[in-house]
């Protein structure tokens, strides 16, 4: 006799969350937290990258340094957790890549990819996008000038790739890892902007400066 359980397996819902993370900041984390609750997803996976494709020609933190703050920053959320899957595959990142590994890994389970609107207005520009979207459907953070009941980006998309995309009720935050980099370079706070902890390790490894800072007091 089949068990209920044989006979409708549970399917594990988890949500991908790429990108440099040059440095993780609270607006990745929120994004995160918010399309866990919103898709009710059992987990949240963060991908560092190992070389973006998309930022070649722009210097990057090590991928070591990049890992390490990510799960500084993760720690204590049991539904969130960390893959080195692209830094351990090396090369150029593309998501299609990604998403057919996890794929292969895990076949019963179902995928959300989780980025923004710019991201997703970029999307035909990346590596295979029909293959992305047969792997995995969207759950896009809308921009501050559009509302999540209509996105701009959404509606210039094709209808098939709209019906894979789902919109995230996110809060606006206006942060950016290019913004925090200037002012850590430049010896503003970052407090409240980065976790404690990310803030901690960036400074101890002078990341973002040309030299190490002499004291504690920048985020204090």
Known sequence: MVSPEQANP?????GILGGTFDPIHIGHLILAEE???ALSLDRVVFMPAAQPWRKAGRSISSAKDRLAMVRLAIEGNEHFEVSTAEIDRGGPTYTVD???QLRENMPGASFWFILGADALQDLPNWKEPARIVAQARLAVAPRS???PAGLKTL???PVTLRRKVDVLPMPQVAMSSSTLRER???GISTRYWLPPRVQDYALDHGLYVHERPESRAVGT
């Open 10 to 14: 549970v399917v594990e819902r988890i």
């Open 35 to 37: 399309a866990r609750i």
């Open 98 to 100: 990604t998403l057919n």
């Open 145 to 147: 000038d559009a509302s």
């Open 155 to 157: 509606g210039a998309l």
């Open 184 to 186: 850590l370079r430049a």
